[in-house]
């Protein structure tokens, strides 16, 4: 007869490295199922807007702006982070619809965290300044608006369908 005798603390300690392994294995997996995800969304949104929506690069993010028919400085003023919030309260309801108006949707990145360029719009001379928001998720365009630089004024849809 063979007896295996196995001290409370290494089986604690062994259960505690399983427990470590699923962990960081379900972790890798739902890392690979969200960067497949954001693949597919990058492509679909792709075909349907017939535009790229990579933004990886400022150069990428310059000729995603061109293609849709905005001038701006090469430069961005800032570059921040935003939530977006998971449940939308009655501004942001009203700020996506104006996104879907451009044929983006900030629902799907509900308690997310954005990149937010701001760029100066090239203006004609005597038109009024405006800014240019590009909106980013993991380097992907996911939104944007265009607002004047006057307070109080209301933003337009970063692509006029």
């Not at 990428?60 to 061109?66: A, N, P, Y």
């Not at 800014?131 to 004047?148: A, E, M, S």
Request: with cysteine; charged share 25%; proline share 3%.
């Amino acid at each position: 007869m063979f007896v295996c005798m196995i001290k409370a603390k290494k089986l604690a300690l062994g259960a505690g490295c399983f427990a470590l392994a699923l962990l960081c294995t379900a972790g890798a997996f739902r890392y690979a199922a969200d960067r497949k995800q954001l693949g597919e969304a990058r492509e679909t949104a792709t075909q349907q807007v017939g535009y790229s929506l990579d933004g990886k690069t400022a150069e990428k993010r310059l000729q995603f702006l061109e293609s849709v028919g905005l001038q701006v400085e090469s430069e961005p003023l800032e570059v921040v982070e935003v939530k977006v919030p998971s449940a939308f309260d009655d501004t942001y309801t009203a700020y996506n619809e104006l996104q879907k108006q451009a044929g983006f949707d900030l629902k799907k990145y509900a308690g997310k965290t954005l990149k937010r360029y701001r760029y100066q719009k090239t203006a004609e001379k005597g038109a009024p300044a405006e800014y240019v928001h590009l909106l980013l998720y993991k380097n992907t365009i996911v939104g944007g608006d265009v607002t004047p630089a006057e307070a109080g004024s209301a933003s337009a849809p970063l692509v006029q369908k």
